[in-house]
């Protein structure tokens, strides 16, 4: 069904979580990426075995930064040009990487002072390496970042974000870089399904739900990407693109978690990414979480977001 739709939407990947015990090797994973034409992937760890599938694949690469290394990476260049080296420089060309994810969600927090002196590591080692405008470093973030969210023009930052932000924003923009931003309209709606309509979140409504001055919603997904840009735009920021690094819809295990509903927000999301938001109607580079079904996951919700059970069957009826 909605996999027919990666070969027109060249913008969209699919997160490869790799906690489980039970699943595929990497070459039978970048196999089944390949077979159904998911042009990108964002891994979380540079894991050799993936990165060795991944060689001559074709498949554009987010790779990430571990938050356990964001000190050290901060700290010294002589560990960050080693890493370059090991996971970026020894398998390039033949791995096409896209971005560099410099720490996940950790921004506020207690890792948050060492995101950007990371980054500017990275940076350093990549431009060393003479690929530093083939590889753009950035870092992931959570849409919790905002302190508003709500109605999207009013979108800014938190107090506790804010510092972190307002350097980093100005670090993406020196060097073309987007901001990662992992965003779940299911979290918003499962916290609040009195007011926040199912329909609204699932892609399907039949008109606009939210209307902000000269914007029309009918997807919560472009309302909360508008937030972000507007957050940034207060920073004075309007050339740096936010790119939807995480978003998915568990299929069990939670309010509203349902194969079903998992299935229209996967499918809807496809269809919708090339259209861009009310406010930025280019169109929207997003990467599904994820493509399995992870078991060392905490029970419940965070064990069902995959597109695939761990032996490789869909968990959604597929029609080619």
């Not at 329909?199 to 997807?219: E, W």
Request: with cysteine; glycine share 8%; charged share 10%.
């Amino acid at each position: 069904m909605y996999f027919l739709l990666f070969a027109d939407v060249l913008s969209t990947g699919v997160c490869y979580g790799l906690l489980g015990d039970d699943l595929p090797p990497p070459q039978e994973v970048i196999a089944l990426y390949n077979s159904k034409n998911i042009p990108s992937m964002r891994l979380y760890n540079p894991n050799q075995g993936a990165l060795q599938a991944l060689n001559g694949s074709g498949i554009q690469l987010i790779v990430g930064v571990p938050n356990e290394q964001l000190q050290s990476f901060a700290a010294d260049q002589n560990a960050v040009a080693a890493w370059v080296q090991t996971n970026v420089i020894s398998h390039y060309p033949a791995v096409d990487f896209r971005y560099m994810a410099v720490g996940n969600e950790v921004i506020p927090g207690d890792l948050a002072p060492f995101v950007l002196p990371a980054m500017a590591n990275l940076q350093g080692a990549l431009m060393v390496a003479g690929l530093a405008n083939q590889i753009k470093v950035s870092t992931a973030v959570a849409a919790g970042v905002l302190g508003v969210s709500y109605p999207p023009s009013s979108g800014e930052f938190s107090s506790a974000s804010l510092p972190f932000l307002a350097q980093i924003s100005q670090f993406l923009s020196a060097t073309g870089a987007p901001l990662l931003v992992n965003t779940y309209p299911y979290f918003a709606y499962a916290d609040d399904p009195t007011n926040i309509p199912l329909d609204y979140a699932l892609f399907t409504a039949s008109g606009p739900v939210v209307i902000d001055g000269p914007f029309q919603y009918q997807n919560l997904l472009d309302a909360m990407v508008d937030a972000v840009y507007s957050a940034l735009e207060k920073l004075g920021e309007n050339t740096i693109v936010v790119v939807v690094s995480e978003s998915g819809w568990p299929s069990a295990g939670g309010v509203g978690a349902t194969v079903e509903n998992a299935a229209t927000y996967n499918s809807n999301l496809l269809k919708h990414v090339g259209q861009g938001t009310p406010k930025r109607p280019a169109a929207i580079e997003a990467y599904l979480f994820a493509m399995f079904n992870e078991g060392q996951k905490q029970a419940g919700i965070e064990r069902n977001w995959g597109l695939f059970y761990p032996n490789k069957i869909h968990v959604y009826p597929l029609e080619f």
